[in-house]
Structure formats: structure tokens, C-alpha cells
């Protein structure tokens, strides 16, 4: 089975921190993606990488960056973490053979309290 | 822009009722569709797709049907269970270039099932 792996399930931070998410997964796939899970409002797509250093910005990317360095890692980066950042960040990757239907392979999910 | 509309829970039924979620789109072109499910504490998890007009998708006793025409994608499950109790998003994903796996979410809805 597909595995996405995120580093951490409960964050904590202050405003002003920086953050580090981490995303690995197990089965080669080309694509990564963040998304941002809010109630009320679905998923929104803050960046993903469709190949080693490659990225774009999503429908969000306001107030984060992303690094993509090996094929099965894929960072989220809140250089200075504000309150409005509180949330649910959700990783998932998808094959490009898979990907011709999209199906997206997801991780547990970070919750992430910036105080 | 794409988008997905989902009907606006929460929804509560008693165990064996019948069970529909309206999901409509906005889309250029022929996107594939897909539903997702979220159980309490996980991540996303794909419950089934349709990459096609007429298609059905269908898993673990829910379906849906790809009806261009109307554009919608309704879920329906003849008889739920309490273990169906979660969130539930209607996706698209548009076709062609680096558009691989970058789906749009609806904003979920939330559904239980009660004894």
C-alpha cells in the first residue's frame, strides 16, 4: 500500500516562528502536494511539486514556501507563523499514471496551533 | 475557474437510511471526479471516481454517476451504517499538463449515523 508519512500529527507554535511540515511517501510518485483543511471550506491547494525541485504555487500560497530536494520528501515552510495559519496541512502524492485520473494518496494530516 | 459545490451539512440519519450528497461542478473540458472520504482522526481517502460522462463509480455500497449534462456527481448509498459516520468531498480534477492530481475540493459534509 501507498504510504504518506507526515512528520508531525500536533504542532504547537508562536507567532513569528518558523515551521517546518515534512511529507514523506513510499512509492515513487511524481507529484506532491500541501493542502490547508479549514471547516467551511474544504481543501484549498497552498503548493505542489510535479518533480525533484520543481513547484507551483497553489490557490493559497500566501505566507509559505516549499522545498522539494528528493523525489519522496516534500517540505512546507512557514517562515514567520501567524494566528490565521492555524489548521489542518495535508500532504498528498499521486503517480503520473494514477495521476491521469488524479487519485491523490493522502497523509494522516499535521494540526497546527499558532498561538 | 473550476470549483465544486456540495450540499451543506451537516447530515444526521438513523442506521439503514438512504443516503444522498449533492455535488455539483464547474469545469472547462472533461474532468474526472472523484468522492473522498475522511474518518475521524485520518486523512482523505479515495471512496470512489469517474472519469467519464455516464460513468458510475462505485464502493462499499455508495455510488456515484457522472452526469455531464446536469454536471453533478451525486453520492448515494441505499443503507448506512454507523462505521459511514465521517466527511465526505466531492473532487474534480481537470485534465492535461501539470494538471495531474491537482484536484479541487468541495468543502466537505459531514455526516452521521445514529443506532
Known amino acids: 500500500d501507498v504510504k504518506v508519512t507526515q512528520s508531525s500529527r500536533y504542532l504547537v507554535k508562536r507567532t513569528g516562528e518558523k515551521v517546518f511540515l515534512e511529507c514523506v511517501q513510499d512509492?515513487?510518485?511524481?507529484?506532491m502536494f500541501w493542502y490547508r483543511q479549514d471547516p467551511g471550506l474544504g481543501l484549498r491547494l497552498i503548493y505542489f511539486s510535479y518533480d525533484v525541485k520543481m513547484k507551483e504555487k497553489g490557490d493559497i500560497p500566501e505566507g509559505y514556501s516549499v522545498s522539494r530536494e528528493k523525489k519522496e520528501r516534500f517540505s512546507l515552510i512557514l517562515e514567520s507563523a501567524s494566528t490565521n495559519q492555524t489548521s489542518m496541512y495535508l500532504c498528498?502524492?499521486?503517480?503520473?499514471?494514477?495521476?491521469?485520473?488524479?487519485?491523490?494518496?493522502f497523509g494522516e494530516g499535521s494540526r497546527l496551533t499558532v498561538l | 475557474g473550476n470549483s465544486v459545490t456540495q450540499m451543506e451539512g451537516p447530515v444526521t440519519l438513523s442506521e439503514e437510511a438512504f443516503l444522498t450528497i449533492n455535488c455539483t461542478y464547474t469545469?472547462?473540458?472533461?474532468?474526472?471526479l472523484f468522492w473522498y472520504v475522511q474518518y475521524p482522526g485520518e486523512g482523505l481517502q479515495l471512496l470512489l471516481k469517474?472519469?467519464?460522462?455516464?460513468d458510475k463509480g462505485s464502493n462499499k455500497g455508495f455510488e456515484a454517476t457522472y452526469r455531464k449534462e446536469t454536471t453533478s456527481f451525486h453520492l448515494e448509498k441505499g443503507s448506512v451504517q454507523v462505521s459511514d459516520s465521517a466527511v465526505y468531498f466531492c473532487?474534480?480534477?481537470?485534465?492535461?499538463?501539470?494538471?495531474?492530481?491537482?484536484?479541487?475540493f468541495g468543502q466537505g459534509t459531514i455526516l452521521t449515523v445514529h443506532p
Open positions: 498528498a502524492s499521486s503517480s503520473n499514471y494514477r495521476g491521469l485520473t488524479g487519485e491523490l494518496f
Open positions: 469517474a472519469t467519464k460522462a455516464d
Open positions: 512509492m515513487d510518485h511524481e507529484n
Open positions: 469545469a472547462t473540458g472533461y474532468p474526472s
Open positions: 473532487a474534480l480534477s481537470p485534465r492535461g499538463g501539470t494538471s495531474y492530481g491537482k484536484l479541487t
